[in-house]
């Protein structure tokens, strides 16, 4: 697995692929390069068929600022065109990590402000040091999260978007937990094993009904509970419980032996 990258850093142990943001010195903020390496480090990680959780972290005292000013002053110059084609890199980059079909825990040790905090939304889970600030900072300087919104929105709700998109205030990683943002929020010490409890029971868990579990919820939320929306379920029950892996998992539980996705076993 290839870790030639610029600003981050991949480490991929076993069922484990770890993808750092490495430049601590720019507070891991977003650019055109970590855009595109981002995709590709997800891209390459989601087809290694030894993987089965991907932790998404980063280096530093802070996780990730939104955007480089560098890239920001560049961008200033920049047609409605350029524009399109640089916010859809950013778009293509979130629904990479989203639309993994291994699951991703974004691990929090810092400050999460603007895009960053589309990072941590594209996620399937969050744990977040108690000493990390939140902050949607777009109005303050005349933007939008607009490419980020559908990940955020989903992640802490409509309601308490209409505060934190409108007022650009900065809040604390123990209120990023009650609006349901992160699910865990740790002290810096803890915070590894709290990720590895984490990595530990999605390792336990059969890997086609999790990638089944992800499309669920994609396939299911926000919808009416109608006939059409019924007959899905129906089907997808029935669907896993004929695949080899939903046989070997019932035959195991009742036959009190361990299935033959554990690892080691």
């Not at 600022?65 to 065109?81: K, P, S």
């Not at 991703?104 to 744990?127: H, K, N, P, S, T």
């Not at 990720?195 to 868990?205: G, H, P, W």
Request: with cysteine; glycine share 6%; hydrophobic share 45%.
């Amino acid at each position: 697995m290839s870790n030639s990258f610029n600003t981050l850093e991949l480490q991929a142990d076993g069922p484990v692929a770890r993808i750092w943001l490495n430049r601590p010195e720019l507070r891991n903020a977003f650019d055109d390069e970590v855009i595109g390496e981002l995709s590709a480090a997800f891209a390459q990680v989601v087809v290694q068929p030894q993987v089965r959780v991907i932790v998404l972290g980063a280096r530093g005292p802070a996780f990730c600022a939104g955007a480089n000013l560098n890239w920001m002053r560049r961008a200033a110059d920049f047609t409605r065109e350029q524009n399109t084609q640089d916010a859809a890199g950013l778009a293509a980059m979130l629904r990479t990590i989203h639309e993994s079909p291994k699951p991703v825990i974004a691990r929090i040790q810092g400050d999460v402000y603007a895009g960053g905090m589309g990072l941590v939304a594209a996620c399937d889970m969050a744990v977040s040091v108690d000493t990390a600030n939140y902050c949607l900072s777009e109005v303050k300087i005349g933007l939008i999260p607009a490419t980020i919104s559908p990940y955020v929105l989903r992640a802490m709700g409509t309601r308490t978007a209409q505060r934190y998109f409108l007022t650009a205030e900065r809040f604390s990683a123990a209120e990023a937990q009650r609006i349901g943002f992160v699910h865990e929020v740790v002290s810096a010490d803890a915070l590894d094993a709290k990720v590895d409890e984490l990595v530990k029971a999605l390792c336990n868990a059969s890997p086609a009904a999790v990638r089944a579990c992800k499309q669920l919820i994609a396939d299911v939320a926000g919808r009416e509970i109608d006939d059409a929306l019924v007959a899905e379920t129906v089907q997808g029950i029935a669907d896993i419980r004929a695949s080899a892996e939903g046989r070997e998992g019932v035959q195991a539980f009742l036959q009190k032996r361990k299935p033959n996705w554990l690892l080691g076993s």
